[in-house]
């Protein structure tokens, strides 16, 4: 399924799928990327057409047109270990909760680019090879791993060690059974102290951005005001995801007016010498897949959104969460 929503269908090297309204416009070798996985700029395709008529690949299409191509995949490659800096804020022999340092990305945005670059997944390997034996067809530029956190957000998100672990953490998230609580401000006065944003969210085309879109996927975030600063106008947050749609806080909070600081992509503000988006995964909460104990982590705040509070001083209402600025650790 396609981030419109739409289905894309594939047997060996055949590929069919329906344009979603999201990409209408895009070109068909953009789209088949973004359907198959495969880097753009390893995407090889022939015997590409457009409802039944003979097409090239720098065409554009509109919703609703049927795109069939066959479309050589390349063999994956298998990330390497490599020695990456990163928290852990718990583990055992099943699962280790890694506390993620802003700046770093998750995995590559695809199987042809796992085996270069710097990413978490880099680090895990070196620091627990047994997670090589969870690389599956399809996703072997993510063994292990059940969710994500954007490049420049920092904190908490669970990666299993095991297989039993992979499955149990896998049901969890579909079941929406991981309680992950985010800390973040946002621009201007959030005026009803807690909220929720039911809205569908979708790419917008030709973009690597979202936004929120008719015909995106379900998505709803959940928040309470903690503190409310006058000069500059911003809220503390605290933010609970029901859903885990890529850019889902920055593009919710950005809808209600109040984009996240910090966050240039979604027109957050950079006052206060905020260098990144203020968004942080400050508590992440789930039943052990294994044992089924409770495990609890949190996270404090890093050095540098730590500093852009230090500079704001003290709300003008309200309060900071305690658990913001120290660390009250976790357990299982």
């Known amino acids: ?7 894309a269908t ?40 457009v409802d039944g008529s003979a097409a090239r690949l720098k065409d554009r299409v509109a919703a609703g047109a049927v795109v069939r191509a066959s479309v050589d995949a390349p063999v ?140 995106g996927r379900a998505a709803r975030t959940r928040y309470a005001v903690a503190a409310r600063w006058d000069r500059p106008s911003l809220s503390a947050l605290r933010v609970w995801l029901d859903t885990g749609r890529t850019h889902q806080i920055r593009v919710h909070l950005c809808a209600i007016g109040h984009p996240v600081l910090g966050d240039r992509t979604y027109r957050g503000s950079a006052v206060l010498g905020a260098r990144r988006q203020f968004l942080h995964s400050h508590r992440l909460g789930f039943d052990h897949p294994c044992s089924g104990e409770r495990v609890e982590a949190e996270s404090a705040l890093p050095a540098d959104l730590a500093e852009v509070l230090a500079a704001a001083g003290e709300p003008d209402s309200g309060a900071v969460p305690a658990g913001w600025l120290r660390t009250r650790g976790c357990g299982g």
Do not use: C, W
């Not at 399924?1 to 289905?7: A, E, F, L, N």
């Not at 344009?19 to 700029?41: F, M, N, P, W």
């Not at 997670?131 to 292990?144: F, M, Q, S, T, V």
């Open 76 to 215: 994956a490659a298998r990330p390497q270990p490599a020695e990456i800096a990163f928290g852990v804020a718990y583990e055992d022999s099943d699962i280790v909760v890694v506390d993620k340092p802003a700046g770093l990305a998750v995995h590559a945005p695809n199987a042809s680019g796992a085996a270069a670059g710097a990413y978490l997944v880099n680090g895990l390997l070196a620091r627990y090879p047994e997670i090589a034996d969870l690389a599956e067809d399809g996703a072997r530029e993510r063994p292990g791993i059940v969710h994500r956190l954007d490049r420049d957000t920092s904190g908490l998100l669970v990666v299993a060690r095991t297989r039993a672990a992979l499955v149990g953490l896998r049901s969890a998230v579909a079941s929406r059974a991981l309680d992950r609580e985010y800390a973040a401000v946002a621009g201007g006065t959030v005026e009803s102290p807690a909220g929720e944003i039911d809205a569908p969210i979708g790419r917008r085309p030709g973009s690597r951005t979202f936004a929120v879109r008719a015909d």
């Open 10 to 49: 594939a047997m060996s090297d055949a590929v069919e799928l329906t344009v979603g309204e999201a990409e209408s416009g895009d070109r068909i070798d953009a789209i088949l990327a973004r359907h198959t996985g495969i880097a753009r700029s390893r995407l090889v395709a022939s015997e590409v057409s």
């Open 1 to 7: 399924m396609s981030d419109t929503g739409k289905r």
